[in-house]
């Protein structure tokens, strides 16, 4: 008998051919088109016609299989009576094999699970996995043949208002114990990215609405504190696994929180600042007592959980305070807070690796306090993140949509649309395709340091890029340039145009440019990318372009006799010519960078003369190169 090889995750046994307890082979073909073929050539190579053609799935296939499977339960009942002991013992020796290959297939799986993880973020040598729950893991646990499609309609996970939280993934004596599987962006996080929609809008036009100092820093305060909560939201879904009901409606609440904030943004340093406050602090304080109630249930990670509910308490109390105090005392404190509210988290697995260095003496208490701390999921963090820079992306690309009412509409102001869209695809393409791809070891993954670098660096990415994009849309309906007739553009539009640009606005927008380009090339810095042989310039120099474009950037403000069009047109034109640095930096001097000139061709040599084999082509003969001493052949490309 012959079968197919192992293929995938399992050895799916599938018999081609086999043969009869009355001699007569039997071939397994996969449709009646490659049945004709077969036949056509065991007609030539098997004269006496002694075999037997089924299609795979078929009822005569079914039936032969339960003949040969009746045939050898009748072989294996009598060597059993015949020789009881010695069978005996082959049938322990075949059980304990058996289970020493579902071993090794187990731990196959789980290394091929790592090697996609592998392949994605890079290698990382600490990184395990722990044995999936049998009854949640999505893994095939028999053979293919052995699986019941139909049983498994009625095996649905029922859902429940309460579930007891699991830890996804946590960090023990330097060592990271994962689940083999994935963790998937569930939709309720995708929801909360809507509200954040709104959330950065109003951030931004109101920091653009009057670009000064103050605005600037109400902005900066205001959506420090509306990343915390997205991040700490997207945090504790990494952490644990529930998915229950009570979760969901957590995140009711939490989005209540936010939408209570989001509506006291505007006059954040008047009369609404306790009522952000408030909303801020439920949120915080909610947070606090879910790690609280996760102490409680998982005393592995307990440490770790009062530590967090420290840490969200200190910051509370401050901002407390703050609301007692009136401006501009009050910033010492609200920036105290934020200090504490944005760095204090990493103080635990700072003193978790403390006390792991120190086996002895009062700081070996940290390493046995912190001994299990929850891991960062690598491809839910990266996978959020990209989500909300996507939606900053959007946002800067919202906001260059204006209002039109003229017959013939191509004007300066379109144009300034045109090159901030432009400038924003710019942006998205260095991020996502430039820096993102060719990634031969994530920072998450590369250094505890990249992955601090990583994780702070989007902060101010985002912050800058949100201000220059609410800048832009000002800069796009001011009609202080040649060809940008106000009257052209409809009411809701005229009435936000400006006839000049505020000093403010140049710098919001520049400057805002400038550190977003600046972030994102820390952020390429941070990780490892793969070295391509050849390149045309290297990653280093490419990066210093990026760098010193930055630099420009952030003076580009005081040339300040350049209007609205030639601004945005001055920004574009530096943005482009960093991707282009980019793009053709990456690209390998072997090759051309217009167009692949390579050609797919293959060669092959066998015995057999030219006008035969015209000839069974002809006559749809089937000619067995390897019967003829096989076929030479190559795949050359150039």
Not at 226 to 244: A, G, M, N, P, V
Not at 281 to 298: D, E, G, K, V
Not at 465 to 482: M, N, R
Request: aromatic share 10%; glycine share 6%.
């Amino acid at each position: 008998m012959t079968q197919t090889p192992h293929i995938g995750h399992h050895p799916v046994r599938r018999l081609k051919q086999f043969l009869r307890p009355d001699g007569r082979r039997v071939h397994v073909v996969p449709s009646p088109e490659v049945a004709e073929s077969l036949k056509l050539q065991l007609s030539q190579e098997e004269s006496d016609g002694d075999y037997e053609l089924v299609i795979h799935g078929s009822p005569e296939h079914i039936e032969a299989i339960r003949e040969m499977h009746s045939h050898h339960e009748g072989k294996r009942d009598a060597l059993r009576k015949e020789h009881t002991s010695i069978y005996q013992e082959f049938e322990n020796v075949h059980n304990e094999l058996d289970a020493l290959s579902a071993e090794l297939h187990a731990l196959s799986e789980h290394g091929m699970a790592l090697d996609a993880n592998f392949s994605r973020y890079g290698y990382s040598a600490t990184l395990r996995t722990r044995e999936p729950d049998s009854s949640s893991s999505s893994t095939y646990s028999a053979s293919l043949e052995k699986r019941d499609w139909d049983a498994e309609r009625l095996q649905g996970r029922p859902m429940v208002f309460w579930k007891r939280p699991i830890v996804r993934q946590y960090m023990h004596k330097g060592l990271i114990w994962r689940a083999s599987e994935t963790e998937d962006v569930m939709s309720f996080e995708l929801f909360v990215d809507l509200l954040y929609v709104g959330i950065i809008a109003i951030n931004g036009d109101q920091a653009a609405e009057s670009p000064t100092g103050a605005a600037l820093l109400q902005f900066s305060i205001t959506f420090i504190l509306s990343w915390k909560l997205w991040s700490e939201l997207t945090l504790i879904i990494s952490w644990f696994e529930t998915d229950d009901i009570f979760q969901r409606l957590s995140i009711l609440f939490i989005m209540v929180c936010l939408t209570g904030y989001t509506t006291n943004i505007t006059n954040a340093h008047g009369s609404t600042y306790t009522q952000l406050v408030a909303f801020y602090l439920t949120s915080r304080l909610f947070n606090a007592s879910y790690y609280l109630s996760i102490a409680y249930m998982l005393p592995m990670v307990r440490g770790t959980m009062i530590a967090q509910t420290i840490i969200a308490i200190i910051p509370a109390s401050v901002w407390m305070a703050s609301i007692h105090i009136e401006l501009p005392t009050r910033l010492g404190l609200i920036w105290a807070a934020i200090v504490c509210d944005i760095f204090g988290p990493g103080i635990i697995p700072a003193l978790m690796l403390v006390g792991q260095q120190h086996e002895s003496g009062p700081l070996s208490w940290f390493g046995h306090y912190f001994e299990f701390y929850p891991a960062v999921n690598i491809e839910h963090k990266t996978e959020r993140t990209n989500a909300f820079v996507t939606l900053i992306f959007g946002y800067s690309v919202v906001s260059l949509l204006y209002q039109n009412q003229a017959p013939f509409g191509i004007n300066a102001f379109f144009g300034k649309a045109i090159l901030g869209l432009i400038q924003a695809y710019a942006f998205n393409w260095i991020y996502f395709e430039v820096d993102g791809i060719n990634l031969h070891c994530h920072a998450i993954r590369r250094h505890r340091t990249a992955f601090l670098a990583w994780m702070y660096l989007h902060l101010p990415f985002i912050m800058s890029f949100v201000l220059a994009a609410a800048s832009l849309s000002k800069l796009v309906i001011s009609h202080d340039c040649t060809d940008a007739d106000p009257n052209t553009l409809a009411d809701s539009s005229r009435q936000n145009s400006d006839p000049e640009i505020q000093a403010g606005l140049r710098w919001f927008y520049s400057v805002g440019l400038g550190i977003s380009l600046a972030c994102m090339g820390g952020i390429s810095v941070a990780h490892e990318h793969k070295e391509i042989q050849g390149v045309r310039i290297r990653k280093r120099q490419r990066l210093l372009v990026r760098f010193c474009v930055a630099i420009i950037l952030l003076f580009l403000p005081l040339a300040s006799k350049l209007d609205s069009l030639q601004l945005i047109a001055t920004t574009t034109g530096l943005v482009v010519f960093v991707l282009a640095v980019d793009l053709y930096g990456l690209s390998c001097v072997q090759d051309s960078f217009w167009r692949d000139k390579s050609t797919c061709k293959y060669s092959a040599r066998c015995r057999m003369r030219r006008q035969d084999m015209e000839a069974a082509i002809k006559t749809g003969a089937i000619v067995n190169t390897e019967e003829m001493g096989g076929e030479k052949g190559f795949l050359d490309i150039r």
